[in-house]
């Protein structure tokens, strides 16, 4: 019996709707008051077509989904040919802070609709999946407020070179009220008028409006003319992932200066949508080679030190990381 086929084809991508989602992200989290204080998740959806949307789903919603999906496509339940192993959802929790609970399942929510809008056609045709993605009227009438997780960390703003005429420059309008949190962001007001100098990473943009010059998301604006194709620096990190008997080498793409220290946190954040489908622990490599686990941020400074050790190229972060299975204990022994 074969295997049931797992992975969108790409002759298949090519069949779907321009409407289609193909990209799922959650940009943000608010909190919410029915009965009882609860939190739901702002996420920015891409189609195929590229247009972007943002819904606003519970757990609850996500775990609804997924037991419809099991029910109709798990391994238990499914009618051959039409059978999927679905993503790990993270599990419900009934004790704790909600809002410590809702930050810790974003990372994993992301990495489970990473790999759910990668399924087959037909799994993605469902009713139930596609009413989820679903923008519905309630969705567009609630206007996200400042989409925090979107926004880069770090940013210098340029002054404008050489001016050019107002008919030829890059420009937008503001779609939404935007109110910065920040000193280098840009306040925005519906129908502004805003000059656009670059692009930060593919969520942000740089312009000025007025006198005023800073950044903003680019959700909140419709391009009228858009900026010359250039741009954001992708910087990589090189990642050594030891899967039991095999490792394997993956650079990962940031939208980060290489001179960036992470904390211990957004390093394990990042490792866990890269790799969903494992629990995984990071590690360094000492001066003699054996493997250290990285446990909190007072050991970010000492990998990142010692990393520099070994030269890169410069688009590379100048230190490299070791990823192993949490429960794997074996690549800490050290040689005789």
């Keep these: 019996m074969s295997l049931p086929r797992q992975l969108r084809d790409e002759s298949d991508f090519e069949q779907l709707p321009e409407d289609f989602p193909v990209f799922a992200h959650i940009a943000d989290m608010e909190e919410r008051r029915g009965f009882s204080l609860y939190y739901t998740f702002v996420i920015e959806v891409k189609t195929r077509g590229g247009g972007k949307y943002f819904i606003h789903r519970r757990y609850s919603q996500f775990l609804t989904l997924h037991t419809k999906l099991e029910e109709n ?3 238990e339940n499914g009618m051959a040919p039409y059978i999927c192993i679905l993503p790990e959802l993270p599990s419900k929790i009934y004790v704790g802070n909600k809002k410590d609970i809702a930050e810790s399942r974003i990372p994993l929510l992301n990495g489970y609709m990473k790999v759910l809008l990668n399924s087959p056609v037909w799994l993605l045709l469902d009713e139930d999946l596609r009413m989820f993605y679903y923008q519905t009227s309630s969705d567009s009438e609630r206007i996200p407020h400042a989409l925090r997780r979107l926004r880069p ?10 001016p050019i005429s107002d008919g030829d420059r890059p420009r937008a309008e503001a779609l939404f009220d935007f109110k910065g949190n920040e000193s280098m962001e840009l306040n925005l007001k519906c129908g502004d008028l805003i000059y656009l100098l670059s692009w930060v990473n ?3 943009l740089e312009g000025t409006a007025g006198n005023r010059t800073g950044i903003f998301p680019a959700s909140f604006v419709r391009i009228i003319k858009k ?7 992708v910087s990589l990190l090189r990642c050594y992932f030891h899967d039991h008997d095999i490792c394997l080498i993956r650079d990962i793409s940031l939208e980060e200066d290489v001179g960036k220290c992470p904390s211990y946190k957004e390093l394990l954040d990042l490792i866990r949508n890269q790799f969903p489908d494992a629990e995984v622990a990071l590690n360094m490599r000492d001066t003699d080679g054996e493997m250290i ?3 909190d941020n007072s050991e970010m400074e000492l990998l990142i030190t010692r990393g520099k ?5 410069k688009n590379y972060f100048p230190w490299e990381l070791h990823v192993t299975h ?3 204990f074996e690549v800490y022994k050290t040689g005789s």
Excluded: F, H, V
């Excluded at 050790?309 to 190229?313: K, S």
């Design 73 to 75: 496509y798990g391994p």
């Design 153 to 162: 960390e770090t940013r210098k703003l340029k002054k404008e070179s050489q």
């Design 202 to 204: 593919r969520e942000w």
């Design 227 to 233: 900026l010359p194709e250039e741009q954001y620096q």
């Design 293 to 295: 686990r990285l446990m």
């Design 309 to 313: 050790r070994t030269p890169r190229a």
């Design 326 to 328: 949490k429960d794997d």
